[in-house]
């Protein structure tokens, strides 16, 4: 692609707007198509970005041909979070306001966005509605947002993600041409066979369970429900599982698809080893039982190969296809 000139904006002045709180509507909201060479607002709402973090996010513009606005916020540190929440809020509220910014797209995941969901201001949002995009961490925005406003969500690549040919076709495909995009892969784990439609909703498994009990919890039925994680032994994942079963989550959903898992089943040298039990056997035993189709091995979350995946918006899944396909366009 071609390089652009980047744009670099100075803290932006505003003050904070107060909490509106809204009700997911039946239809969803969808924001506006991304432009090629459109101007990109970064945030970093969760973790803290390191130098060479800063270095990486320069270069995925120069590659993806966005131009990018961001703030002097964007490279606070505050312990193990990017900023304050003030500061955090302050971006996000901002990016909103500002008519130059298309879309939003986050530095990185880590820690810290569910600090933000009690303080945002959903009306301004959906005033101003744009394409926020981002995984793992992220999935606390995307939730409140779908809940708050009714607005879809993009789980995809954040800033200092590697935007490989996989990651930038389907980026494109799904936020700049509003393709009915299709993933597909030539051997899926398969829980349980079948073929589901419904709504897409999902994330990071533990940001899933860090919403059950909250203000900002949504109700998964009739939704096709997507999980990844990363980093989590096979007895977490089994409790996290065990958690939304207990908490009813599972509820009335059409199908679940699921991620790589990145970095949770246990490897031959890992402490214990002997004792593990293999993360499709958690699978099996949690969520092969519920009923509904159930199939893994699907890229998108924390891996390089990471497939934008539209929150709210209609598709369907085929176990013995193997494919995960969107019904209609994300955005408008």
């Not at 820690?111 to 992220?138: M, Q, V």
């Not at 599972?250 to 890992?270: E, M, N, S, W, Y």
Request: glycine fraction near 10%; include cysteine.
């Amino acid at each position: 692609m071609d390089r652009r000139k980047f744009i670099k904006s100075g803290a932006l002045i505003g003050a904070v707007p107060t909490l509106t709180s809204f009700h997911l509507s039946t239809e969803v909201i969808k924001p506006k198509a991304l432009k090629p060479g459109a101007s990109i607002g970064v945030i970093a709402p969760s973790g803290a970005l390191k130098r060479s973090d800063y270095e990486t996010l320069m270069e995925n513009f120069h590659l993806l041909g966005y131009q990018i606005i961001h703030t002097d916020n964007l490279r606070v540190q505050n312990g193990f979070l990017a900023g304050t929440d003030a500061q955090k809020i302050e971006d996000l509220h901002q990016m909103y306001e500002n008519p130059k910014v298309s879309a939003i797209l986050c530095a990185r995941g880590g820690y810290g966005a569910t600090r933000l969901l009690e303080k945002i201001d959903y009306s301004l949002i959906s005033t101003n509605c744009k394409p926020l995009i981002g995984y793992s961490d992220i999935t606390a925005l995307h939730l409140a947002i779908y809940k708050k406003c009714g607005i879809v969500g993009f789980h995809g690549p954040v800033g200092i993600s590697t935007f490989n040919p996989f990651s930038i076709q389907h980026f494109n495909a799904v936020i700049q041409k509003g393709n009915k995009n299709k993933i597909k892969i030539d051997d899926p784990l398969v829980i349980t066979p079948g073929v589901a439609t419904g709504k897409l909703i999902g994330g990071n498994l533990s940001l899933l369970i860090s919403m059950i009990g909250t203000d900002h919890e949504i109700n998964w039925a009739d939704h096709i429900v997507f999980i990844e994680e990363v980093g989590e032994s096979t007895y977490r994942i089994d409790r996290m599982l065990t958690q939304l079963r207990a908490s009813q989550k599972f509820k009335g959903i059409k199908g679940i698809v699921l991620g790589h898992f990145t970095r949770c089943d246990a490897q031959p040298g890992d402490p214990y080893y002997e004792f593990s039990t293999s993360l499709s056997e958690v699978f099996k035993d949690r969520l092969g039982d519920l009923g509904v189709p159930v199939m893994g091995g699907f890229p998108f979350g924390h891996e390089e190969k990471n497939a934008t995946l539209p929150i709210g918006i209609r598709a369907t899944m085929d176990t013995e296809k193997g494919v995960l396909k969107l019904l209609e366009s994300a955005v408008s």
